[in-house]
């Protein structure tokens, strides 16, 4: 049991460490919207907890995103926070389509969408139960 105490203190330490220096490194400010491309294609950050991500892959109407929660580390290993997983969906005016990637449901609420090309914002009807904000409607901003 001696080996098991040996790697719970550096965890601990690591794990207190990155508690204390990557709120530090958080970067509140947004690049300006002029320096970074037009279209879906990118990661956009929710703005109110800086939290949650979501990454387009393509500029497409249909295809694929990925909701990006972070890393923790759970029985030693450093793993997807829960909630992260991959979404297809399919844009139509004024609304989104979606199916999470990794259910066997085929059911594909829609929500609401709009996409502001110039400021770079997307809106978004709350889609998973993960993202811990108290709105129907998140906003994310383009940050590359």
Not at 16 to 24: A, F, G, K, R, Y
Not at 78 to 92: D, F, H, K, R
Request: proline share 6%.
């Amino acid at each position: 049991m001696r080996t098991r105490d040996n790697l719970r203190k550096p965890l601990t330490i690591l794990l207190s460490l990155c508690i204390l220096i990557l709120p530090s490194c958080q970067k509140d400010d947004f690049p300006d919207p002029d320096s970074l491309p037009k279209g879906l294609t990118g990661s956009w950050v929710e703005v109110h907890t800086l939290a949650d991500t979501i990454v387009f892959t393509s500029n497409s109407d249909n295809g694929f995103f990925i909701l990006q929660k972070g890393f923790e580390i759970r029985n030693g290993y450093l793993l997807p926070v829960i909630g992260s997983t991959i979404y297809l969906y399919e844009i139509s005016p004024g609304s989104i389509k979606l199916k999470d990637g990794t259910s066997s449901n085929s059911y594909e609420p829609s929500y609401y969408f709009h996409l502001d090309e110039q400021d770079l914002i997307i809106r978004i009807g709350k889609f998973s139960d993960y993202i811990d904000v108290n709105k129907s409607i998140l906003t994310f901003r383009k940050i590359e």
